[in-house]
Each structure stands twice: as C-alpha cells, then as structure tokens.
C-alpha cells in the first residue's frame, strides 16, 4: 500500500494521524502503518497533538519560532529505516550498525542519522539538485 506517494501534505499528515488512532484503538493496521506507529510510539512528546484531529494538520512548523515539525521528524525516522534496511546508499547498514552498537540506542543511532539525512536534503534543495549519496554516505561515515 503505497501510503506516501503523491500526496498532499495534509493527506500525508492524516496518515500519522490515522495510523496512531489505529494503534491506540488496537485496530488491525498494514505493515508501513505499523511501521509509522513504532516511530510515533518512540516520540510521546508528538502524542498530544496526534490526538487532535485538526490543528496538526494545518499548523506550519517554524524553527524560527523554536518549533519541531514531528512529521517531518517521523518522516526521517522511516527514510533512514528503508535506507538502512535496504543499504542504500551501500553502506550505511555497515554505519548504522556500528553507530547502534557504539551508543546503545536504536533511536539514538537513528537520530544521528537523521541529522546528516536533513542536512544532505536541504544542501540539495539549497543546490537545486538531487542529493549527493556519496558526500551523505561521506557525512555519515564520520559519525563513527
């Protein structure tokens, strides 16, 4: 089920929204759901407003105003999970692997990742280009 695909940001967001009421109602859910509800279970502080019905679907995140946008967030957290299970770019299973074991922490591994993913992505669009694994695959390997 190709719940991410084309769509629009509030149906991308319903998604997270629907998926945690799925899980809290113990709603019978397909794997990418169940997968979007593991992250949102690892990120309580993002629970209360998952429980409106509303104003996350609208509310622009804005760092200048010190906000967090828990969606882009949790977005990471599945990108760096196919990344990783998929090894792509070639490696970064290898990178995660030593980072997890280093820290401790699945989600702590995973929060480095996501880190040196945002920064690769907003070089990119800054560039007006697509991302460039290598110099990703290059940041990643110095979190070592």
Known sequence: MPIFDNQS???LRR???DTWRKRQQGAVMEPLEAQVADVIELHPEYHAA????VQPLDHDYSPENGESN???HMGLH???RDQVAT?????IREVFMALERRLGSTHDAEHRLIDCLAEALWTAQRNGA???EQAYLESLRGLR
Request: glycine share 4%; hydrophobic share 50%; charged share 20%.
């Open 70 to 72: 828990p969606f882009l």
């Open 87 to 91: 090894d792509r770019p070639a490696g």
């Open 50 to 53: 998952l429980a409106q019905a």
């Open 15 to 17: 998604v997270y929204l």
């Open 78 to 80: 599945l990108a760096v």
């Open 130 to 132: 697509p991302p460039d």
């Open 9 to 11: 940001r509030d149906a």
